[in-house]
């Protein structure tokens, strides 16, 4: 399972920024499930950051955002989070794809 956060920042708050952003990635990567992560920022828009994590399944990252470090790390940097939906299925050739279905109430 792939988890893309996209956040905008001022260009004046990007350092301490991404020391949070670093510091929750830290937090999320402690929990068991995790595969791997990345923070990144825009080339064209030096304003649009991101945060890539890859989970075993969306269990271990709902569950990962249960725990307390991550509570307490990573939940008040993802809020700062732009509000789209960000839980990706893998997609690759020769894997079946989940039911399209909405899996929210909006």
Do not use: C, H
Not at 41 to 60: K, S
């Amino acid at each position: 399972m792939l988890v893309v956060n996209r956040f905008r920042v001022p260009t004046a708050e990007a350092e301490a920024f991404r020391a949070d952003l670093l510091a929750a990635r830290g937090a999320l990567a402690a929990r068991p499930g995790y595969v791997a992560g990345q923070v990144g920022r825009n080339v064209d828009d030096p304003e649009l950051w991101t945060l890539v994590t890859t989970w075993e399944n969306v269990g271990a990252y709902r569950r990962a955002l249960s725990s307390y470090d991550v509570k307490l790390t990573a939940v008040p940097v993802l809020g700062r989070a732009i509000e789209e939906p960000s839980a990706y299925e893998p997609a690759d050739a020769g894997t079946d794809l989940n039911v399209a279905d909405v899996r929210s109430l909006g």
